[in-house]
């Protein structure tokens, strides 16, 4: 199965079954995460990889009660790191535009935010392909969505994060219960391409 393939069947799953995903392919999803793209190297992301039930049951707790958190064989939790930028503050790089980490706090949030995305996406594909299901967790208390303050503050204690880390996405990762043909529900191509300007056809 070619790249496009893989991506055009790939399918958000929420039951999986009680089986374990080897170590080995666990370790080759992160390892796509770590060689994602990254704005000016920064490599503004923390993974931290969780398989005990009583961190799964907190996370699930953490997103609004989700099942596909407490039932998946395993959890990455990725972590936006706001302090990544610290370095690319003293660089010779001058311009705000091209570095973010000269733009005021809510603009270093917000790149990175974005720069989570990209190990996330590397990470999923990775997955699909190991034959591994996944599904995205944005849904949960963290600096963003401003709900949950209690139990997020008693998360970020039980992993460790600093201040400037912020929780930002969980994958969720096992072996879908119920695997049925994905029939993606995506606008036309020429919806949402267009060549040169907004609504020229490509």
Not at 31 to 40: C, V
Not at 54 to 61: H, I, Q
Not at 180 to 194: C, N, P, Y
Request: with cysteine; net charge negative; aromatic share 6%.
């Amino acid at each position: 199965m070619n790249l496009l393939e893989l991506i055009s069947t790939r399918k958000s799953v929420r039951k999986y079954l009680d089986k374990h995903i080897p170590d080995e392919d666990l370790r080759k999803i992160l390892e796509a995460g770590r060689l994602a793209p990254s704005w000016m190297n920064v490599q503004s992301w923390k993974f931290i990889l969780v398989k005990s039930q009583e961190n799964k049951d907190l996370l699930s707790e953490l997103s609004i009660g989700q099942q596909q958190v407490k039932n998946a064989d395993a959890l990455i939790v990725c972590v936006a790191d706001t302090n990544a930028w610290e370095e690319a503050k003293i660089t010779h790089i001058k311009n705000p535009a091209l570095n973010p980490a000269l733009q005021c706090d809510n603009g270093i949030l917000i790149r990175t935010m974005e720069q989570v995305i990209y190990p996330i996406s590397y990470m999923m594909l990775m997955a699909e392909s190991l034959g591994v299901s996944s599904c995205i967790i944005g849904a949960m208390g963290n600096e963003v969505t401003q709900i949950q303050p209690e139990i997020y503050e008693k998360t970020k204690k039980v992993l460790n994060l600093a201040d400037g880390q912020i929780l930002s996405t969980i994958i969720s990762l096992g072996y879908d219960a119920n695997p049925t043909e994905t029939v993606k529900q995506r606008k036309a191509f020429d919806d949402v391409v267009s060549l040169e300007k907004i609504g020229n056809n490509f």
